[in-house]
DNA sequence: GTCAAATATCGTAATAATACGATATAAGGA
DNA sequence: TCCTTATATCGTATTATTACGATATTTGAC
């Protein structure tokens, strides 16, 4: 005997319509707040923009030089813009590429 | 001469109000679909729901073992589902999941 | 110019991710 | 049972990420 049950095999339920350079930007992004230490450090600016490298190393528990590289990372993936003021250096969200991120993901999930 | 200029520090353009487990699982998710590859093989699913492993295969230029893997790291982060059917495994996005990688994201971004 | 402060970068060690070939597993058919 | 098919897992090499201490760079104060 062959009992078969039927598996319907839904629509997709989501579209990712996107490709080239915006797909490569996306992923990036995706990839760079896919880490715990810098989807926290996002967090933190959230709470406390315009903060400078200093109280993000004072708030996390590991190395200034490692803070630096995170912060790096996030700024290139478009997440976080950084304006040097005197010695230090001030941090925010890039507004403009969240609304991107934000639109984009919107689009495609 | 002290040459100043105002900079206005913006209200933050998102909350990222999440903690606990369900960061976690974000960050999972972001770190899962943060990868070339596996970002072409969620498009893939899309376009080809229930498909068998076999066909990612076919249309990525990479070994089956190496897509098997990546195939693992998508279904432990909950963004697909695979049926087990005779000898092959079938695909298809997990909509509850992503449903909830909607939600989340819109929450917070 | 010299010094201190803040941050970025360098060099490097440790760990994790990625990829592959080979092999194991599980299901269906002869 | 034995063979084939499809996929997963193992072992391992290569590459990338993460972390650190040390050092370089940049700016402002004196």
Redesign the interface.
């Known amino acids: 005997m062959t009992e078969e049950s039927i ?1 319907v ?8 319509d996107i490709s080239g350079a915006e ?2 930007k996306l ?10 230490i810098r ?1 926290e450090i ?2 933190f ?3 406390r ?2 903060c400078i490298t200093g109280d993000i190393v004072e708030y996390l528990p590991i190395a200034q030089a490692t803070v630096s590289q995170h912060l790096k990372v996030l700024r290139q993936a478009g997440w976080i813009e950084g ?1 040097v ?1 005197g010695t230090a250096t ?1 941090y ?2 890039h ?1 403009e590429n ?2 991107w ?2 639109k984009r ?2 689009a495609i ?1």
């Open positions: 598996r095999i839904p629509e997709a339920c989501c579209t990712l797909q490569e992923v990036t992004m995706f990839k760079a707040v896919g880490n715990p989807f996002m967090k600016l959230v709470s923009p315009g304006t003021e001030s925010c969200l507004e969240i609304a991120f934000r993901v919107n999930f």
